[in-house]
């Protein structure tokens, strides 16, 4: 089911936002510091009140536990209260279901495989590296089984190998289905894994599209105030700065 937006205000942060985002995509939101990124992507998992909807129903009306079901969302902040376990960590991402011990164990499982955390399942949280740590908290989503992923600078603090094998993974959620929505700031990365680009500039939409529709240099000389082409193949580009 979709998950949308009609003119959602927020004082301050967000004006006017409006898009409908399809299951079965990746989306990057974009923007410079300060555009309104987080905030957007905090409203459209329900954590801020606004005008946002889930297929038929308006997020505000849906009980806070299906809502967690049907929508993983991970902030920017790594922070985790205590030292438990990377297992016990993942696990916490089954809370909103009654599923049993069973399916329990099974998706906490495929999520510790998925984000290559395997090994460091017994490892407490605080032994972790920042991009290990970063890596659990998106397998604790995951293990929710959620049909929309709202991520926020997912791949910030993780190297080069992670971070494709995490793009494969948020690609292959969208193949099986999901939703993706990912807050990036690297535009290469949105150009070359998304299948749409939402831009925000001082809390307005600037742009939503294609990529290659909407990353134009005219566009981010006017949103990010600087001169850029685009040099190589659709897929591989990379974004060439005077």
Do not use: C
């Not at 299906?66 to 993983?72: D, F, K, N, S």
């Amino acid at each position: 089911m979709t998950l949308a937006a009609r003119s959602l205000s927020i004082p301050g942060r967000l004006s006017d936002v409006s898009l409908t985002l399809d299951p079965g995509t990746v989306t990057a939101i974009v923007g410079p510091n300060g555009a309104g990124k987080s905030t957007l992507l905090a409203a459209l998992a329900g954590l801020i009140p606004g005008a946002v909807s889930l297929g038929p129903d308006a997020l505000r009306t849906l009980p806070p536990r299906l809502r967690a079901q049907r929508i993983g969302y991970l902030p920017q902040s790594g922070d985790v209260a205590w030292n438990v376990s990377v297992r016990t960590l993942v696990g916490l991402g089954r809370l909103p279901h009654d599923a049993g011990v069973q399916a329990d164990a099974a998706a906490i499982a495929a999520a510790l495989h998925q984000l290559d955390l395997e090994t460091l399942a017994d490892r407490p949280v605080a032994r972790l590296s920042g991009g290990e740590r970063a890596r659990a908290l998106l397998a604790r989503v995951l293990a929710g089984q959620p049909d929309w992923v709202l991520a926020d600078e997912p791949l910030a603090a993780l190297d080069l190998a992670h971070q494709q094998a995490l793009l494969a993974r948020f690609r292959a959620l969208a193949g099986e289905g999901r939703g993706v929505v990912l807050v990036l700031h690297d535009l290469a990365l949105a150009m070359n894994h998304a299948d749409r680009v939402v831009v925000l500039h001082e809390g307005r939409l600037a742009a939503q599209g294609a990529p290659a529709d909407v990353l134009t240099p005219d566009l981010i000389a006017r949103v990010w105030g600087v001169a850029a082409r685009w040099l190589g193949e659709p897929g591989v580009q990379a974004l060439a700065l005077p």
